[in-house]
């Protein structure tokens, strides 16, 4: 296989960068961690170490050292004006190099060979409730792919280290070829009552077999749509709450179907990927009361209600970037190149407008721009995606692809069990009031 190639290429090369650092400069000091940090949700501590992507605050994420325009572009030459292809930004994200057509194609081929769900999986989602939330149906059709893990197989045979992103990355084909089959097949059975299987057609690629599956008339273009979105909610490095789950979970050596599972489950959650819904949300709100798009004087006071009524601007503020994000603006472009006079595209485009100025204003965020959330499900709901509960799904089947990569390597470079230190809340006063000590 092309990926399994290219990374046996280049190990050596990392062992031995991976290998200095630990054994001639273990003691170098990077960073040093305050009391606040320790309380705040150790925000900004600098602790983890991944090549796969980096966010860069002033500038967003970066895909193996590429901002998200050079990704696209550099990714869809030779497709015309079409949005690049999954298996090429997987392969980005895994090789660390942009792939060629047919090295992008040999990925998608991989994917198409793998994406049969077996019949236990099927027979499970079907006998949940009906109104089972499809986030906890997601994570149970990952989880049960456990029981054929390559890698949990090869361990208890008694596999060498060195091996362990073997089948580490056999798994992680595995289950990133099934997980829009297993989407798909929530949607259509949830929402729509339909109990066949989804075909993947090895003809297509894998956003347009996700368009195909779930049904979605591909009049105006859902495949493009698929493929952006999968690609833009890959990855965002490794501290934000699914990607870190899912490797500390997998540096225990669980294999990725647990560790994955496990950051589904945090991506389950309100601050993280449930945004996507609320902001589709205030937007509607936003249109049913002013019955459209709203003055922007209306829309200004709409905005400081919602702060004055206790809560947050959903879609706007980060934890680590401090401008809009450029997964927003190329979603926004998106959106006006194939549907610019929609009218929540034309109210988002506004809210964009005025509320960074309301933040401001009221001067508590730390960034007053758009997140990826602020636009993402109004591009869904455009295509008639409107079951909000589902979009964490969609995320969650683009954000495999980066903690997959991730996952790979870390076995491949034989990353450790995470175990951060714990202080009791005496230990910090002790530490206050020693500090307060004259020296
Ligand atoms: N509206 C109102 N107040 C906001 C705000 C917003 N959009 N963003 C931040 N603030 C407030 C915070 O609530 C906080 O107030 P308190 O001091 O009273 O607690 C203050 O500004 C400082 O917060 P911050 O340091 O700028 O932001 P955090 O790192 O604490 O939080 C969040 C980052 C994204 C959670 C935050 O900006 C927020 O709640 N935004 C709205 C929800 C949202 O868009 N979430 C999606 C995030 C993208 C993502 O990861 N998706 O998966």
Known sequence: MILQEKIQAQLPEWRERIKKLAKDHSEVKVAEVNIGQIVGGMRDIKSLLTDVSFVDPAEGIRFRGMSIPEVLKSLSKGRGNKM???????????????????????????????????????????AMPKDTHPMILFTQAVMALA?????????????KKDAYWEPALE???????????????????????????????????YGANFSKMMGVSDRKGYAELARLYFILHSDHESGNVSAHATHLVGSSLADIYYAFSAGMCGLAGPLHGLANQECLGWLLDVHKKFGGVPSRDDLYKF???????????????????????????????????HFPQDELIRLADMV??????????????????????????????????REFDFYT????????????????????????????????????????????EPA
């Open 84 to 126: 690049p292809l999954v298996g090429g930004l997987y392969y980005l994200l895994m090789i660390g190099e942009v792939p060629t057509r047919e090295q992008a194609l040999e990925v998608e081929a991989e994917w198409a060979k793998r994406s049969e769900l077996p019949d236990y999986v099927y027979k499970m989602l079907k």
């Open 147 to 159: 029981r054929d893990s390559a890698f949990t197989k090869k361990y208890h045979e008694g596999m």
């Open 171 to 205: 798994d992680s084909m595995n289950l990133t070829a099934k997980l829009p089959v297993i989407a798909a097949f929530i949607y259509r059975y949830k929402y729509f009552g339909e109990k066949k299987k989804p075909r993947y057609n090895p003809k297509l690629d």
């Open 303 to 337: 905005a400081w209600d919602t702060l004055n009524s206790g809560k947050v601007i959903p879609g706007y503020g980060h934890a680590v970037l401090r401008v809009p994000d450029p997964r927003f603006t190329a979603q926004m472009e998106f959106a006006k190149k």
């Open 352 to 385: 964009f407008d005025v509320v960074p100025a309301v933040l401001k204003e009221q001067g508590k965020a730390k960034n007053p721009a758009p997140n990826v959330d602020a636009i993402s499900g109004t591009l869904q709901y455009y295509y008639g995606v």
């Open 393 to 436: 799904v969609l995320f969650g089947v683009g954000r495999a692809l980066g903690v997959t990569a991730n996952y790979v390597w870390a076995r491949a470079l034989g990353q450790p069990l995470e175990r951060p230190k714990s202080l009791t809340t005496k230990m910090l006063e002790d530490i206050v009031a020693r500090s307060a």
